[in-house]
């Protein structure tokens, strides 16, 4: 991504030296050859670092550092002079400077400073947003035993791996689509970048835009310190725009403008930033409905629409039910300490028979509830509320399409082995642990998926 330096220095050969240097170089690059110059420019440009001249004709850049830092905290602001000192140099470090660099210098010097500010200051940003999410516990982990969702997770994993820098991922609320943004993030070549998200349907209106882009400090009276927005943290990695479809009209129009020129203002700002992310986007809504409706833009929806994953519900996928409810199941346990070993086949029966109309979501609050009310061998129907055990059986038998998404239903050789396959990733591909959690022995495991 672009940013913007500002390069301070009453030496006209030098500044303009340096200015086209770092121009060269892709960065966005303002000058001034005097501290009250320095003071406009910086106020204007906003940049991310200031290369700063120790000694000009009509200030002390020390008074300068300091007015700077007191402004915008995270402007990471190296000094330069020739009259270069320890004493200096500390007094620049204790109000703030970033680094401290002695004229003469080699220009690679500062190319070499600057990238490392900027690298630094955009490390400090993501460990803060990092530091400030609640990991969620299902991760990138896609539990599932449905061949459709083997097929689907293996273009999942196809898209991944392609340049694609947009795509959206439809489904009913709770099917997973966060646990599928996050296997197309590390999947990808991006994956040693930034996994960002937002939810969309959290944020107010008159906030989306600064979440988003970020604004600068005095942009609006709450704004009293710069703030970078998720698009920016987002630079060489992910950004997933949860819920997508509860943008209002106005925050769609912005959004359509970056993601057509990949560009952005800070609020409050003039010079304009580039990042290089991946975007995507996810909605439960029926997107196409809300455009012919006009609560949805019809230009954005064809920019979002390029690629789309479409996950499909529980009620749909249901040899997906009894390997989720296990691996719900062996999870709650550790967590409450309970002696939960396995489901009984009662219990299956139901669950299977259930229409989930939260989805994975659900199963999963229902299991964990269970589990934490309860302490017994196995999870029986007694444990289950009564109300999904009375909907349970008033629910119309499975179907061949539920069972695997295709017309022919599976065999049962074929969904005890996609099962084994399931309990074996859960285990992390050990043998003997998979066995005994599946009440066979290793010999019988190793029969049934061949090997050793």
């Known amino acids: ?20 240097l770092l ?7 303002t000058a001034a050859g005097s501290g009250a110059e320095a003071w406009t420019r910086f106020q204007e440009a906003r940049p991310d670092v200031v290369l700063l001249d120790l000694v000009l004709g009509d200030a002390d850049g020390l008074d300068i550092l300091k007015r700077m830092k007191q402004e915008a905290p995270d402007t990471k602001v190296i000094l330069i002079s020739a009259h270069g000192s320890i004493e200096s140099a500390v007094a620049a470090m204790k109000l703030g400077g970033y680094d401290f660099i002695k004229k003469p210098f080699e220009l690679e010097e500062i190319v070499a400073a600057v990238r490392n500010a900027i690298r630094t200051s955009r490390l400090e940003h993501r460990v803060a947003y990092l530091s ?13 035993a449905a061949p459709r969702m083997e097929r689907l997770l293996t273009q999942v994993e196809m898209i991944a791996k392609s340049p694609v820098a947009l795509v959206l991922v439809t489904g009913e609320s709770g099917t997973g689509k966060q646990a599928i943004a996050r296997m197309l993030h590390e999947g990808s070549t991006r994956s040693g970048g930034p996994f960002v998200e937002l939810n969309c349907s959290a944020i107010p209106e008159n906030l989306v835009e600064s979440e988003l882009f970020g604004h600068e400090r005095g942009a609006f ?14 630079d060489g990695g992910t950004l997933f725009l949860d819920e997508i479809g ?12 970056f993601l057509e020129q990949r560009t952005f203002r800070r609020v409050g700002a003039t010079a304009v930033r580039r990042v290089d ?29 390029a690629i789309t994953v479409h996950l499909p519900p529980l009620r749909e996928r249901a ?24 489901i009984a086949p ?22 964990s509830r269970a589990v934490l009310l309860h302490d017994d061998e196995q999870l029986r129907p007694a444990h289950l509320p009564s109300e999904l055990v009375a909907a349970a059986l008033a629910a119309p038998a499975i179907s061949a399409t539920a069972l695997n998404g295709a017309s022919a239903i599976p065999t049962l050789e074929q969904v005890e082995l996609s099962h084994i396959r399931r309990v074996l990733d859960v285990c992390g591909g050990n043998r003997t642990l998979a066995a005994q959690h599946l009440g066979i022995t290793r010999q019988t495991l190793s029969k049934r998926v061949g090997g050793d």
């Open 1 to 20: 991504m672009s940013a913007a330096v500002l390069v301070v220095d009453d030496e006209a050969l030098i500044r303009q030296s340096v200015q086209t």
């Open 277 to 305: 992310a991946r975007i995507v986007a996810a909605t439960n809504r029926d997107l196409p409905a809300a455009v012919a409706a006009r609560t949805f833009r019809e230009d954005l929806y064809y920019r979002i629409n």
């Open 23 to 29: 121009s060269g170089e892709g960065f966005d690059v």
């Open 221 to 234: 009276s709450d704004a009293r310190e710069r703030k970078l927005g998720l698009v920016e943290i987002a």
């Open 132 to 144: 400030a999410q609640e990991r969620r516990k299902s991760g990138g982990t896609f539990v599932y």
């Open 319 to 342: 040899p997906d039910i009894a390997v989720l409810a296990e691996h719900f199941l062996a999870e709650a346990a550790r967590e409450f300490g309970r002696r939960f070993q396995g």
């Open 346 to 367: 009662e219990t299956v029966g139901l669950l299977g028979r259930y229409q989930w109309p939260g989805n994975v979501r659900e199963l999963r609050a229902v299991i």
């Open 246 to 257: 509860d943008l209002s009209g106005g925050a769609q129009a912005k959004l359509l403008t």
